[in-house]
């Protein structure tokens, strides 16, 4: 309970005073995963398109797969992405391990599933209600996928948003390939591993306080955003 | 005009999962003016057009147009039974199916807010499609197939869920756009409809054309009972 009060208490004056190093901290999360958002999106989405308009063998199959990924242990994708990074492994010579990069490229994999199954599900149903008519004017794929995108966009929106939540809480895959760096790769929840492991429990909650409070603001501003653009629509 | 016509279906059938949905048909169309199709609910009236326009599968028989049917297709548009709204503004509904042949935005939007205009739709421009009234929706999507100067357009029951006001105006826009060389095939229930547009009329009964012919025969000597009784309103076995 003391450590609670005393996490807010040091959370409030983090904040209020614009602490340095928890405003560096924070803006690579954020740059981090937003970065891996906007890969994951623009790789995400019109694969589900693709997935909900056309009909290809292994539609049901890579659908299946996808649904599968969405479970997929983190800290197995750090490994992987590792392994693949490592110096000896096949992609060594480009350096990335233990760069913001190779946190970027460990959440696309982990989000990008999320989305596309998300994203998939609502553009299926719109599908549905548009195939008819599409079909009768004639539309090619390409325009078929960007109507359907651009139509369903608020609630890709939403699987966007599931996406940036699961990779700024995420710590297992990007402490593996990231190595938690000081002023290099440290990250929110890495940092807040680290200070629990320490025991110093009251600036690791600084953290994870300051860690909701942005994925909230986010989600409410991204929220607001769409809000605008539609207004008075429903 | 229309290099699509004369239409020959030859046993066509449209099946689903093994039940006949429409068909063997056998019928040739020469496009001039309105087609009627008439029959009772379930007799396969939007199957019929449906598997004309090619929006249902061929599984039997054949279908030839006077030119490739690629680009009959094209020249074709649909009006459904339900209309389908894209989740759009009205504005923007309209403009989609030239938007999508490649016509500039600004010229597009010129050319919706004009057919909005003449559809009655002009004071909802801004409007989402999706909230507008059944008999809204109609008018929009009968705008919309109109829009990219179909040869042939095919309606279903395009006036089922309007007022008389509204059917007239709709029914204004379907002749003048016979006069301009259109050629329209629409099913209805409604036999008023049926008289004052029909040239031609196909009637259906379980899924096969029972009798075709020029609307003034069909309405004046019918030659099956069964259509006779259709005519009159009876029910129909
Ligand atoms: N997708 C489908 N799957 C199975 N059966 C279908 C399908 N579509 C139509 N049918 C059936 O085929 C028959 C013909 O249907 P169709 O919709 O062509 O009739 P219709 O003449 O247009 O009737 P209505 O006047 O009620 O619109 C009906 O018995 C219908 O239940
Ligand atoms: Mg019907």
């Not at chain 1, 209020?16 to 891996?36: C, D, G, M, P, Y």
């Not at chain 1, 195939?131 to 109507?147: A, Y």
């Not at chain 1, 680290?194 to 986010?218: N, P, Q, R, Y």
């Not at chain 2, 196909?202 to 899924?207: A, I």
Request: proline share 4%.
């Amino acid at each position: 309970m003391v450590d609670l009060w005393s996490g807010l208490v040091q959370a409030f004056w983090l904040v209020v005073t614009f602490n340095s190093e928890l405003v560096e901290i924070a803006l690579r999360s954020l740059r981090v995963s937003f970065t891996a958002l906007l890969v994951a999106s623009l790789i995400a989405m019109p694969l589900a398109a693709i997935l909900a308009v056309k009909r290809f063998r292994w539609r049901r199959v890579v659908i299946a797969v996808l649904n599968a990924l969405m479970g997929l242990p983190p800290v197995v994708v750090g490994l992987v992405v590792y392994v693949l990074l490592s110096r000896s492994g096949p992609l060594g010579v480009l350096g990335l391990l233990f760069t913001p990069t190779a946190m970027v490229i460990a959440q696309v994999i982990i989000i990008v599933p999320l989305i596309a199954s998300i994203a998939h599900q609502s553009l299926r149903d719109l599908w549905q209600e548009y195939h008819d008519l599409l079909i009768s004017m004639n539309v090619t794929q390409m325009q078929k996928v960007t109507t359907l995108l651009w139509d369903a966009r608020r609630a890709l929106l939403t699987a966007a948003l599931a996406g940036f939540g699961r990779a700024i809480g995420e710590v297992g895959a990007i402490m593996i390939v990231g190595g938690n760096i000081d002023h290099a790769t440290r990250v929110l929840t890495t940092a807040i591993a680290l200070e629990t492991g320490k025991g110093d429990f009251a600036l690791a909650l600084a953290l994870g306080f300051v860690l909701i409070a942005l994925a909230i603001s986010v989600s409410l501003a991204i929220h607001w955003l769409s809000r605008t653009e539609r207004e008075g629509s429903w | 005009m229309s290099a699509l016509f004369p239409v020959v279906l030859d046993s066509a059938e449209t099946a689903r999962r093994g039940q006949v949905l429409a068909g063997p048909v056998n019928l040739t169309l020469d496009g001039q003016g309105i087609c009627v199709v008439l029959g009772p609910n379930g007799a396969g009236k939007t199957s019929l057009l449906r598997l004309m326009h090619g929006a249902a599968r061929l599984t039997a028989g054949s279908i030839r147009w006077s030119c490739p049917t690629p680009q009959a297709r094209r020249a074709q548009a649909f009006v459904f039974q339900r209309p389908v709204m894209l989740r759009r503004t009205v504005l923007e509904n309209l403009a989609y199916p030239l938007r999508i042949r490649g016509v500039r935005r600004r010229e597009a939007m010129q050319r919706a807010a004009d057919w909005a205009g003449r559809v009655g739709l002009g004071g909802m421009l801004d409007r989402q499609a999706p909230v507008l009234s059944g008999g809204e929706q109609q008018k929009l999507a009968l705008a919309r197939a109109l829009i990219a100067e179909p040869a042939l357009l095919f309606l279903d029951e395009p006036c089922a869920s309007l007022d008389g006001r509204a059917m007239r105006e709709i029914e204004e826009i379907l002749l003048a756009a016979r006069a301009a060389g259109t050629s329209l095939i629409l099913s209805t229930h409604d036999m008023g409809q049926a008289r004052r547009l029909a040239d031609e009329v196909v009637f259906m009964l379980h899924g096969k054309v029972h009798e075709a012919g020029p609307a003034h025969d069909f309405f004046n000597q019918t030659a099956t009972p069964e259509a006779r009784a259709f005519l009159h309103g009876d029910i129909v076995e």
